[in-house]
């Protein structure tokens, strides 16, 4: 497999982990009760926080075009991690051991 598939792959993942992060993860629910109790429920950047096709563009514009352009090892470690995260988050689901996720 050429370094520029590996990358792409490992970086959708770890884009998919980050915007769950964002958007759905108990760990961050303080931080996006906060911007949408400051901003609005309709504000523009609540929305953000909240959807996960919006974040996912977004998070996707910054972490995908460095993998493609920048594929080296310190790069492809970090979204190494963020992506087993997101698989193992995924096969989680399939054998009923989400317990404690939102």
Same mark, same amino acid.
């Given at each position: 497999?050429?370094?520029?598939?590996? %990358? *792409?792959?490992? %970086?959708?993942?770890?884009?998919?982990?980050?915007?769950?992060?964002?958007?759905?993860?108990?760990?961050?629910?303080? %931080?996006? &009760?906060?911007?949408?109790?400051?901003? $609005?429920?309709?504000?523009?950047?609540?929305?953000?926080?909240?959807?996960?096709?919006?974040?996912?563009?977004?998070?996707?514009?910054?972490?995908?075009?460095? &993998?493609?352009?920048?594929?080296? *090892?310190?790069?492809?470690?970090?979204?190494?991690?963020?992506? &087993?995260?997101?698989?193992? $988050?995924? &096969?989680?689901?399939?054998?009923?051991?989400?317990?404690? %996720?939102?």
């Amino acid at each position: 497999m050429r370094v520029i598939t590996l %990358a *792409l792959i490992l %970086a959708t993942f770890a884009a998919m982990r980050v915007t769950r992060l964002v958007t759905t993860d108990a760990i961050t629910m303080p %931080a996006r &009760a906060f911007i949408v109790g400051k901003l $609005g429920d309709h504000h523009k950047i609540s929305t953000l926080v909240q959807c996960n096709w919006c974040s996912g563009f977004w998070v996707s514009l910054v972490m995908v075009p460095p &993998a493609m352009i920048w594929p080296h *090892l310190p790069l492809l470690i970090c979204y190494a991690v963020l992506a &087993a995260s997101q698989v193992v $988050g995924l &096969a989680s689901r399939l054998d009923g051991g989400n317990r404690g %996720a939102s």
